[in-house]
């Protein structure tokens, strides 16, 4: 097992730009969340995706969106970046849809909009 | 609105006592609650779970307990040791089970 990773570690965009994340879960995790962790917050779950499909979404506008792929892998893409959308980016993982307690948190990626 | 709430940022305590760490809720529908732990730099790591038939679950010097009527639930850590350090978050979960929510964090510093 190697983990969960997330690419990049950290990102600046500008305001109205588009940012694509990419989290690659652990071989065998059929099930992906991702979380947005403001300063100062806790993580705010964004959606989730369980083989290839989406399962359940959060407070979040339409232009948070994800795709996952059958390699384990999984991207979060937000379109027309607002300066409220500076965070941590994290996406976790599990083998299946309850298994929460083995949910495995990426290190994150932190995006930064000016 | 946030539904899972640690109101203290922060705690210092002595190495070798107890910390206590406190979380309340608001939506009664939460039947399953999840401690996580998290280093500088660090995804959040999984600590302890509970759920809303137990009121305590223990695992090591980790203890979580839930008290529904008051919709809160604690984490005590007995006895506390200086690599316990971290930001500790709660997360709660209603039958849906997809969908955690968190609170802010509480920040551990155990003294050596």
């Known amino acids: 097992e190697t983990g969960v990773t997330q690419s990049p570690t950290h990102l600046i965009k500008t305001r109205g730009q588009q940012v694509t994340l990419r989290c690659s879960s652990q071989?065998?995790?059929?099930?992906v969340s991702w979380y947005q962790q403001a300063l100062g917050q806790g993580p705010q779950f964004i959606f989730q995706?369980?083989?290839?499909?989406?399962?359940g979404r959060g407070n979040f506008p339409p232009r948070f969106s994800g795709l996952q792929f059958p390699n384990y892998s999984s991207e979060l893409n937000v379109n027309a970046l607002e300066l409220d959308d500076s965070a941590l980016y994290l996406c976790?993982?599990?083998?299946?849809?309850?298994?929460?307690?083995?949910?495995?948190f990426g290190p994150g990626t932190r995006l930064t909009v000016l | 609105d946030q539904q899972v709430k640690q109101n203290s940022p922060s705690l210092s305590v002595q190495e070798g006592r107890i910390s206590i760490l406190n979380c309340d809720y608001t939506?009664?529908?939460?039947?399953?609650f999840l401690w996580y732990k998290k280093y500088p730099a660090e995804g959040p790591t999984f600590l302890i779970s509970?759920?809303?038939?137990?009121d305590k679950n223990e695992d090591g010097r980790f203890t979580v307990f839930l008290n529904k009527s008051a919709k809160h639930l604690s984490l005590h850590i007995v006895p506390s040791q200086p690599g316990d350090s971290a930001v500790y978050f709660c997360?709660?979960?209603?039958?849906?089970?997809?969908?955690?929510?968190f609170g802010t964090g509480t920040s551990l510093t155990v003294i050596p």
């Open positions: 509970i759920s809303s038939i137990k």
């Open positions: 997360a709660a979960s209603a039958n849906t089970g997809n969908q955690f929510y």
């Open positions: 976790a993982s599990s083998p299946e849809l309850w298994g929460v307690d083995e949910q495995f």
């Open positions: 939506n009664s529908m939460f039947d399953y």
């Open positions: 071989s065998g995790h059929n099930t």
């Open positions: 995706y369980y083989r290839e499909e989406e399962n």
